[in-house]
């Protein structure tokens, strides 16, 4: 398992010019000054709006990437989900289980995907999903 550090460590060696702010014991990872919209994030604990990952089991975290809808898609299209917000909350995913990649089970109809406690050698297919993540960040920098 990597550890947090390592983690947040990893991304921003490996994507520049990221830029990471901590609040509350989460991380967001933003590309250069950008302010809005974090290109990945990393939840420690629940709180009131998401804790169907039970984060406070101890020693928890999840990773989450913001993809696009087409790597979405591909991954996991087949899984029925409701519109919205939550939509994905009734599929019968367990979004408890550790190093296996699932829609966010908030976020995941706006295309964002997450793993907790990844595994060292999950990370490489995890930096591919970060760096289409990143790109998009970096064209939206690129457009304003």
Known sequence: MMELTELIDTIT????????????????????AEEKFPFATI???????????NLNRGGLFRLNIGIDKSTFAAMFGSIAA????????DSGIDFTEKNKLFPHPVYGSMYWISIINPERETYTRLNALLSLSYKKAV???RDV
């Open 82 to 89: 409701k519109a919205g917000i939550g939509g994905y909350l």
């Open 13 to 32: 060696a490996d994507f520049e010019k990221t830029r990471v702010q901590e609040k509350d014991g989460d991380y967001f990872f933003f590309y250069a």
């Open 139 to 141: 064209g939206r920098q």
């Open 43 to 53: 939840v420690t604990s629940d709180n009131e709006y998401d804790h169907v990952s």
